[in-house]
């Protein structure tokens, strides 16, 4: 079955040729079945390559499968070819899975809409796209997906594109990772100039021989290569493109957030994780960055008003988790959480589109909502379940064994650094207070906004399948406090090389820690926005708290900061440029040319007397020439 594999990338490409070359002259019913079931078949291989890989020997072997040669040019041959080893088929997994879910959930949500086949056309090839950057066996065929997966976010963000904002989202999200993928398209060129080969694994093995520990050209290359994740993954400085991007379809945000696109950037780190061993000090910056990234994000989304965008932030922040995770040193923990992720978040958002799909004039600010907890039960329970796996609620979510390993693994790896732990720390309290802010105000209180309509079993069949997912997902890695179930580290080991933390003297405390700071941003969110006391109310109000919140409120100033530090001055500067001075030098070139053509046309008598002269005179110069020198 594992020569099969290239069928799990197929199956949605060709769903999404077929819904392209049909241009909506489907039914609407034959659309939703070609959106759907290539990703299900995608799926049910992917499960049974999985079955297969798992029960055959040796544990943790690798599967390498070459279509057809690309090209062959001197010593560049790169191959179209897939690979398989136990961290592909996780997420593999995941994306066609989760992907499924998300798609069989949009074929009712976006029921009715005028770009209904056009949206299945592109949902299809995002996942397609995913599949390869993820399959790839070598880095140029993964820059394939890898820019695939861009370009699909720029189609489907701006997917309703008649209103000008969300044209303007989805060129924002387009440019701001175009500069982080410049700095990965250098750092393949770095790779192959020093190491002659693209190819992923013999890459890794000739850098452990070419470079030693801490080599100025293998931190060069890691830098390079992280300037790309941290574009792709939404990380500082790069991350606001992400928010805006929240202008697509509800079901566009799921896929993007849980299956694709910003897990990119970690799949990329966690894939060239040698090359990260060998730059010690770009694998600090990238603990560094995620630790900033995660806090930064959680108080951004504790200010927000609407409910996706307080979902935006969440993501930025989790990644930020996972970027801490792989910068020190604990790829396990950092895959692990992006499962736990994938399920939780698309839960949070298909659940968040539930209840905006039902409010008149599809509500998305939280205080405009209250009181949906009995009008709207399955986006309730489905809401809160995700909404406890986020805030990582002890012992009954996969968010608590997710992060709980992140965090234990920093304080263990990253004992040098301990604001490192600290960040992670404080932000699981931040995280738990801003989840359950908007549970409280969405769910209870008093209702503002009217519900209309009703949901279908294409909304709560996938509500209920993640919902699942996001309880028991964390069961295959618990601590060693808690009976030490490792399936999930030992099954990456033959990947990442590392074998989960023995059981130690501070493994209990840090996992009471984790516990209790969970708990206590859920009861302080309890107390502040369930039962808000009038002292609270009125310090919120006064004038120094609303700067401060204005200012998370825009995600720190960032777009701000970057307006006024590169958009006004490169407007000013083609402003200046009006008349494009590049374009003055070709126009003079050309105008150049004209003019002579005009002098040359003087010559043009018609008198052969004149021409004759002119042949005399030209010989006798040409010999003239050759006779001096």
């Not at 390559?49 to 062959?72: D, E, K, R, Y």
Request: aromatic share 12%.
């Amino acid at each position: 079955m594992m020569h099969a594999l290239w069928l799990v990338p197929a199956f949605p490409l060709l769903g999404a040729a077929i819904l392209m070359l049909s241009a909506g002259r489907l039914a609407p019913r034959a659309i939703a079945l070609i959106a759907v079931l290539p990703c299900a078949a995608s799926a049910i291989v992917a499960i049974t390559i999985a079955i297969g890989f798992i029960t055959a020997p040796p544990p943790g072997h690798a599967f390498s499968q070459i279509l057809w040669q690309w090209v062959a040019i001197g010593g560049f041959d790169p191959a179209i070819g897939l690979y398989l080893d136990p961290l592909s088929l996780v997420m593999m997994l995941v994306v066609t899975v989760v992907g499924t879910l998300i798609l069989l959930y949009a074929t009712e949500f976006m029921a009715g809409d005028e770009g209904y086949n056009r949206f299945f056309a592109y949902m299809n090839l995002f996942v397609a796209a995913m599949l390869v950057l993820l399959l790839a066996n070598d880095l140029l065929f993964l820059y394939v997906g890898w820019e695939g997966v861009g370009l699909c976010s720029y189609l489907l963000i701006g997917f309703w594109y008649q209103d000008a904002a969300n044209g303007l989202a989805a060129r924002k999200a387009f440019i701001v990772t175009r500069v982080g993928d410049t700095g990965l398209m250098i750092g393949l060129f770095v790779l192959f100039t020093h190491l002659g080969t693209l190819d992923i694994q013999p890459l890794m093995h000739r850098a452990v021989l070419a470079w030693p520990h801490g080599s100025n050209i293998a931190s060069l290359a890691a830098a390079l290569l992280l300037l790309g994740a941290i574009g792709k993954s939404a990380q500082l400085p790069l991350q606001t493109w992400l928010p805006d991007a929240m202008a697509g379809p509800t079901p566009v945000s799921a896929l993007i957030h849980a299956a694709t696109m910003v897990t990119a950037g970690v799949y990329l780190i966690a894939r060239m994780h040698v090359l990260y061993a060998l730059a010690p000090h770009v694998q600090m910056a990238v603990a560094a960055i995620g630790a900033a990234t995660l806090f930064a994000a959680a108080v951004a989304a504790l200010n927000q008003h609407d409910i996706k965008r307080i979902l935006a932030y969440s993501t930025i922040s989790q990644i930020g988790y996972m970027f801490l995770a792989l910068g020190v040193g604990a790829e396990s923990a950092a895959i692990f959480h992006f499962m736990a992720h994938a399920f939780f978040k698309a839960l949070l958002f298909l659940a968040a589109g539930a209840i905006t799909m039902r409010l008149e004039h599809h509500e998305h600010d939280i205080f405009r909502m209250g009181g949906l907890a009995k009008q709207l039960p399955v986006a309730f329970w489905s809401f809160l379940i995700g909404s406890a796996s986020l805030a990582a609620l002890p012992l009954v979510t996969a968010g608590f064994y997710s992060k709980e390993m992140i965090l234990s693994e920093t304080w263990a790896h990253g004992g040098a650094v301990p604001i490192l732990w600290v960040a992670g720390v404080v932000t699981a309290f931040v995280t738990a207070l801003y989840i359950f802010r908007a549970v409280f105000i969405v769910f209870f209180g008093e209702a503002k906004t009217p519900v209309v309509g009703h949901y279908g079993i294409r909304i709560m069949l996938p509500l209920t399948v993640l919902s699942v997912l996001a309880i028991v997902g964390g069961f295959v890695e618990t601590p060693n406090g808690l009976g030490g179930v490792r399936l999930f580290s030992h099954f990456l080991s033959s990947v990442f090389g590392h074998v989960p933390l023995a059981a130690s003297a501070t493994e209990t405390p840090l996992l009471v820690v984790a516990s209790l700071v969970s708990l206590a941003g859920v009861a302080l969110a309890w107390l502040l926005y369930l039962r808000p006391a009038p002292r609270f109310v009125a310090w919120a109000q006064t004038q120094a708290v609303v700067a401060w919140r204005n200012f998370f409120l825009s995600g720190w100033g960032f777009d701000w900061f970057y307006d006024r530090l590169i958009v006004q001055p490169f407007l000013y500067l083609v402003r200046i440029n009006h008349s494009d001075v590049i374009d003055d030098v070709f126009t003079g070139i050309a105008d150049g040319c004209r003019g002579l053509h005009g002098l040359l046309k003087q010559t043009q008598t018609g008198r052969i007397r004149w021409y004759a002269a002119w042949l005399a005179a030209g010989s006798i110069v040409t010999i003239a020439v050759a006779v001096i020198r």
